[in-house]
């Protein structure tokens, strides 16, 4: 039967098949894990509060996987516009078999998780909510298209029914009290009508994008922009093509990391004055922040190593510039480094204001923080560093499908290895291969880097001043290693990881170098 | 049919039997092609002959899978600043970076280049109609396409490298300013080398002609010697025929009866004799234009 429904529901099946079988198998692949690890530990009780948060939590992931695959699996809706279809059919069809799929998928997932783990977590609420909660974010997509209320919208909309749905757990400002066993008729009422309210803002936002019409705008953003945009260096001339090119990287990609931090510490911030106002509990989540700087890294090293206009393959205008690939990827490197140093320094302004509160407070940082060692903090800024710059190395080579396999390899690797030594091994054998596994990943780090540093050698993308520099920065990180190891009474495997990853600070200096030339050069 | 080199000094660009394939693709099939100093060198091919295939392993984005690839006498892939910082070029999908401003983007690009003129940027900036402080997001693609041969010309490279220049130009750009552009380039003693497939537009600033199809050098030699030696004649014969005999230098042949016309390739007087030979007379002999010559080059 051809018709507008079955189309637009196989183009959604057919764009991204394997996407979809993935996002699914992923949704689940966190309870799955965290689940198992509880049952292997006998810490799996229905009846136990904590389930209520987990469930919730974890609901609420599972949903937004599948939403975000599901919507991205529909492709752009400017495709549908020269169709004989009016607006409201495009609109219709486009959430009602998502919804579907999404609400099917959710209660599909819980009721295999129920039966595995002999759960009783409620299915059709949550169900009923993926549903409402894909048209309410759609709608606020297309409505706030190409603007900069997107985020906005798109964050307003996912609240407000992440909000929702936490309310029917319990009060709002508190920890979920009980599950959402029964739906009723005033619940599917509410989902009804963010439903409708969907459906009435997705036909004017999907209209407003088929006529081309711009989003009625006080101009603020523009305003902003403007004022941000101005300043010396649009006529700034620069002394080479090198000092250029520091300012394109920086220019076009510092401001990220930086941004990222000064957001989560305003955030931070904000929630802390509303809340308590307990100086520990600053100092105390800034220490945390501090860590959560190297999983910024992971942003930073997509941000930077990512060169083309379109995705990892580098744009003809860049390829022709008349610099060699090392000065380019040096360029990249520095601003990388620019980036990462500069939001470190944010977030050590920020503790060293919420030390001084704590120290106003009568306290001070052993109180707060007993178990903290003194290479907590130049790991803070070694970590993020070690992070961002393999993965834009990476990424500079190229090749999306390559920095795929990689990071999907790497990642399944892990998981293995941790599933195999939580649920295969007694505690004295997962002992042995712990320390076991550290010392192959340290040694495969220092392999890696030593085998790079070879290959870009062979091609003269590395001076030996740079490799001077890069190998005392190494031996330098690795006595630092090696006092940190002490002070732990850590293991050698745990030295030797430890040096491995020390290698992976300075490997970039070859790496990024080596994959820019494969990129320009192909 | 390749003609004798113009010139003593030696080629801008050697090609010796480049291959490059792509999966199982052959984009390029055993190229050989010389240009050289100095004119307006055409690069004519139909979409997916290989031309940009054959531009990106000139400016060492392709490395050769096979054979050799010399600019300016250097290998482009070992020394990409020597090469591209003496050539001008402009890409076929005139990939600028967005977030720029036009001046901005000058700006940048001048530092690459120790030859940059500014005077001269500054001209073409205003015989483009670019506005210095435009967003290049904010380009028109006909801008876009401008801003590239801005960006291009202003250092006066030896060697201007410009892949589809027409795509994106309205016809007054692209008739009166490219053409000019060119000429004046070539004038001055530099090289153009321009893929396109507006024939028209070929025929018209080319002094030098290459056509590729299927990856393969079809056809290599001056302007006035391709059309001197490409004709159309039309042959009588003294039965009516049912199929046209072969003849030497033909390309292609259609017609009835007694009346056939043949594209030939070769000289005059030894079509005519041909002709004779197969018993037919000439009653009519014309020129071809480049987009003739071209469909039935490729067509055989």
């Given at each position: 039967m051809r018709s507008i429904p079955w189309v637009m529901s196989w183009a959604m099946l057919r764009r991204s098949p394997w996407g979809l079988v993935g996002a699914l198998l992923g949704a689940n692949l966190l309870p799955v894990f965290l689940l198992s690890a509880l049952r292997s530990a006998g810490g799996v009780d229905p009846n136990d509060p904590a389930m209520i948060?987990?469930?919730?939590?974890?609901?609420?992931?599972?949903?937004?996987?599948?939403?975000?695959?599901?919507?991205?699996?529909?492709?752009?809706?400017?495709?549908?516009?020269?169709?004989?279809?009016?607006?409201?059919?495009?609109?219709?069809?486009?959430?009602?078999?998502?919804?579907a799929l999404a609400a099917a998928a959710v209660g599909g997932s819980t009721l295999a998780i129920n039966a595995l783990y002999g759960m009783d977590w409620p299915v059709l609420g949550p169900a009923l909510t993926v549903a409402a909660a894909l048209a309410l974010v759609q709608a606020a997509f297309w409505l706030t298209y190409e603007t900069w209320w997107m985020?906005?919208?798109?964050?307003?909309?996912?609240?407000?029914?992440?909000?929702?749905?936490?309310?029917?757990?319990?009060?709002?400002?508190?920890?979920?009290?009980?599950?959402?066993?029964?739906?009723?008729?005033?619940d599917v009422a509410q989902l009804l009508g963010f439903a409708a309210l969907a459906w009435a803002g997705a036909v004017i936002g999907v209209g407003r994008l088929r006529r081309g019409d711009r989003i009625p705008s006080l101009g603020l953003a523009a305003w902003f922009l403007g004022v941000a945009d101005r300043g010396p260096l649009a006529s700034r001339r620069f002394r080479s093509g090198e000092a250029a090119h520091d300012w394109c990287e920086w220019r076009r990609k510092g401001w990220v990391m930086p941004a990222i931090v000064l957001l989560y510490m305003t955030f931070g911030v904000f929630g802390w004055l509303l809340g308590d106002r307990d100086s520990r509990e600053l100092v105390n989540g800034l220490i945390a922040g501090g860590g959560a700087l190297t999983l910024l890294g992971l942003l930073g090293g997509l941000v930077f190593g990512v060169s083309g206009a379109n995705g990892f393959p580098i744009g003809q205008f860049l390829a022709t510039r008349p610099i060699t690939s090392g000065r380019m990827a040096w360029s990249v490197l520095r601003a990388l480094a620019r980036s990462v140093l500069t939001a470190w320094l944010i977030w050590l302004v920020a503790l060293l204001i919420a030390l001084a509160a704590l120290w106003t407070d009568g306290f001070d940082l052993r109180q707060v923080q007993p178990s903290l060692a003194w290479w907590h903090f130049p790991l803070t800024l070694i970590g993020p560093w070690i992070v961002?710059?393999?993965?834009?190395?990476?990424?500079?080579?190229?090749?999306?499908?390559?920095?795929?396999?990689?990071?999907?390899?790497?990642?399944?690797?892990?998981?293995?290895g941790l599933a195999y030594g939580t649920f295969a091994l007694s505690d004295e054998a997962r002992q042995v291969f712990q320390q076991l596994s550290a010392a192959l990943v340290g040694v495969a780090c220092l392999g890696g880097t030593a085998a790079v540093t070879v290959l870009a050698r062979r091609r003269k993308l590395v001076d030996t001043p740079v490799l001077?520099?890069?190998?005392?920065?190494?031996?330098?990180?690795?006595g630092g290693v090696l006092l940190a190891t002490a002070d732990l009474g850590a293991a050698w495997p745990m030295t030797i990881l430890g040096s491995g990853l020390a290698a992976l600070a300075v490997a970039p200096a070859a790496a990024a170098p080596l994959a820019l030339s494969l990129n320009r050069t192909r | 049919m390749t003609e004798s080199f113009p010139t003593p000094a030696p080629p801008i660009v050697e090609?010796?039997?480049?291959?490059?394939h792509f999966d199982t693709k052959a984009a390029l099939d055993d190229v050989t092609l010389a240009i050289p100093r100095g004119g307006v060198?055409?690069?004519?091919?139909?979409?997916?002959?290989?031309k940009t295939t054959l531009i990106k392993h000139l400016l060492g984005l392709l490395r050769a899978q096979s054979g050799s690839v010399r600019v300016l006498g250097l290998d482009p892939v070992a020394n990409p600043v020597g090469v591209l910082g003496r050539i001008g070029y402009l890409s076929e999908d005139r990939d600028l970076p967005d977030w720029m401003r036009v001046g901005e983007l000058m700006?940048?690009?001048?530092?690459?280049?120790?030859?940059?003129?500014?005077?001269?940027?500054?001209?073409?900036?205003?015989?483009f109609d670019l506005d210095g402080r435009a967003k290049v997001k904010g380009l028109s693609r006909g801008q876009r396409a401008r801003m590239g041969l801005l960006l291009a010309l202003a250092h006066r490279p030896e060697l201007l490298v410009l892949d589809e220049p027409s795509s994106g130009l309205d016809p007054v750009v692209r008739r009166d300013i490219l053409g000019a552009i060119i000429r004046t380039i070539a004038d001055e003693g530099r090289t153009v080398l321009f893929s396109s497939h507006l024939l028209d537009e070929v025929e018209r600033v080319a002094d030098r002609v290459a056509i590729i199809h299927q990856g393969r050098i079809v056809l290599t030699a001056s302007m006035d010697e391709i059309k001197e030696s490409h004709r159309r004649m039309t042959l009588r014969f003294e039965q009516p025929l049912e199929e046209a005999p072969p003849m030497v230098g033909t390309l292609s042949r259609e017609g009835r009866g007694v009346e056939w016309t043949y594209v030939c390739s070769g000289p005059e007087d030894q079509l005519r004799l041909a002709a004779s030979a197969i018993g037919a007379t000439v009653v009519e002999e014309a020129p071809l234009t480049l987009d003739e010559i071209f469909v039935s080059r490729v067509r055989t």
């Open positions: 948060i987990i469930h919730v939590v974890l609901s609420q992931i599972t949903a937004f996987v599948l939403a975000a695959a599901l919507f991205g699996s529909q492709g752009p809706v400017s495709g549908l516009f020269c169709f004989p279809a009016s607006t409201a059919t495009i609109v219709t069809w486009r959430l009602l078999p998502a919804m985020f906005v919208g798109v964050g307003a909309a996912g609240a407000l029914i992440g909000t929702w749905h936490k309310a029917q757990y319990g009060p709002l400002s508190a920890m979920p009290t009980h599950y959402w066993r029964t739906v009723t008729a005033a961002s710059a393999p993965i834009a190395s990476l990424c500079l080579a190229g090749s999306e499908k390559r920095f795929s396999q990689t990071i999907c390899a790497v990642t399944g690797v892990l998981i293995a001077i520099a890069a190998a005392c920065t190494w031996l330098l990180l690795t | 090609v010796q039997r480049l291959s490059r060198f055409g690069l004519i091919g139909g979409n997916g002959a290989g700006n940048y690009t001048s530092a690459f280049f120790p030859n940059w003129d500014d005077r001269f940027a500054a001209e073409l900036r205003e015989a």
